[in-house]
């Protein structure tokens, strides 16, 4: 949430009441206004995943030689996250990153940063790579958390936040990432949903926390649950309460709260190779000065018969076919998507979605409809790798991307979520990241 929401306390203090009202009238409008285009072209700070500059591609967060694992590390377990991205302006920029403890709603938390870091608070990138053998011209930078400069001294949410010139206010990108310290149990399983309606197309997940190690006054305020699919955050089940409390043991065993739509496999894009042709590639050709992959026209799927398909779950990979460091060599590409449809959408938009885009949906990956082809279709400027992706329907004035509106959903659909646990009661400052599990709805993690 914006930063100027924590100044509610301060506005109370000096003002009018009158003034009071209108000031927050006016702030809950901005901040409620997120699906809009001003809200997406300004420099407003979000603690969200967001890259707020154009010239800014490939924003990658993972751990470090795990590039599709999720941003997530443990507590002084020496794990290292890992954090890149490309500057396609070719310029000499100088970037620095600091991080942000947060709530687990992704709040700014009330500590300073001497209570989470230890180190330096704000730390220049100093590891960079020129890409070497490329049509685009750009420079790679990376750096992991926690260095030799900076580290994280408690659990949490934590939102990266990369900046030029010294100058916070000039950010480029806002990342988020967690660090846990595994304090509790946690028993999970992804299940046919117990109510009959839900049984062909969701997923039902229940899951038990033993808190024997926690101090917990309260179950329902103390504990809270965040489930994630994919690692997405515009459909995660929050909120949630006990149902049953037997000692130490939290159960959650809901049937219709804890539901997602078990959606669709992934569709691919394999741009490793100019050379080759992979499959789902309909052809390849050289329109100076870059190389174009023209996709094969993708399906609506909503009315179709479930089909497994080995997929990475919406993930990612960066890569070069014969290359030894894809960071710098790997080049960039026009990617060409079409999606046949009959008539286009009048409540709504279609986006393409996935880690290709960040998993956000706003203008940069918004399809256009072509009449003539009676297609949404959409081309992306990519880093040469193997990407996964859907469509998906975003309501007008919604923040939620609906597959199934095109992709349909099945039970079948094999799927990656992620459990946190957060801790907090009266005598806490900041809600700890006590447990992460992770589970699949068809392989054992």
């Not at 206004?33 to 500059?53: G, H, I, M, P, W």
Request: charged share 25%; aromatic share 16%; proline share 4%.
């Amino acid at each position: 949430m914006p930063r100027t929401i924590n100044n509610h306390k301060i506005i109370m203090k000096y003002l009018p009441k009158v003034i009071i009202i209108s000031i927050l009238l006016i702030v809950n409008l901005f901040v409620n206004a997120q699906t809009s285009d001003e809200f997406y072209d300004s420099n407003y700070l979000r603690y969200d995943n967001f890259v707020y500059k154009d010239y800014i591609q490939t924003v990658v967060a993972h751990e470090l030689n795990e590039p599709l694992s999720y941003p997530i590390i443990e507590l002084n377990r020496g794990q290292k996250l890992y954090i890149g991205f490309d500057d396609l302006s070719f310029d000499t920029r100088s970037y620095y990153f600091t991080v942000i403890h947060c709530s687990a709603d992704w709040e700014p938390s009330d500590l300073f940063a001497m209570d989470y870091i230890e180190g330096f608070e704000e730390n220049d990138i100093e590891n960079y790579n020129n890409s070497f053998n490329t049509f685009q011209k750009y420079t790679h930078y990376g750096f992991t958390i926690p260095n030799e400069n900076l580290n994280l001294k408690i659990s949490g949410n934590y939102l990266v936040i990369v900046y030029e010139d010294n100058d916070l206010e000039n950010r480029i990108l806002t990342q988020r990432i967690a660090v846990v310290e595994q304090q509790v149990d946690i028993t999970a399983v992804v299940k046919k949903p117990s109510l009959p309606k839900y049984r062909g197309n969701c997923h039902e997940i229940d899951f038990e926390i033993n808190t024997q190690n926690l101090e917990v006054v309260d179950p329902n305020s103390d504990i809270m649950p965040v489930v994630t699919q994919n690692n997405r955050h515009d459909n995660a089940i929050r909120h949630l309460n006990p149902q049953f409390v037997n000692n130490n043991i939290l159960t959650y065993d809901y049937n219709d709260k804890n539901l997602f739509f078990g959606g669709n496999e992934f569709h691919h894009a394999d741009l490793k190779s100019v050379r080759f042709k992979a499959d789902q590639i309909d052809s390849i050709y050289f329109e100076k000065p870059f190389y174009h992959f023209q996709l094969v026209a993708d399906p609506v799927r909503n009315y179709q018969r479930y089909s497994y398909e080995p997929d990475l779950n919406g993930k990612r990979l960066i890569k070069l076919e014969n290359s030894e460091n894809s960071n710098y060599e790997a080049d960039y590409v026009f990617a060409h998507f079409k999606l046949p449809y009959r008539q286009a959408e009048t409540k709504g938009n279609v986006y393409i979605f996935g880690s290709l885009t960040n998993w956000t949906f706003d203008k940069k990956n918004m399809m256009k409809y072509n009449a003539n082809e009676q297609a949404y279709e959409i081309s992306l400027f990519l880093k040469q790798g193997y990407y996964n992706y859907e469509y998906v329907f975003v309501e007008d004035g919604s923040n939620y991307a609906n597959e199934n509106h095109i992709e349909g959903s099945h039970y079948q659909t094999e799927t990656d979520y992620i459990i946190y646990v957060y801790f907090s009661n009266p005598s806490s400052q900041y809600d700890k990241l006590v447990g992460v599990k992770k589970l699949n709805s068809m392989k054992k993690i």
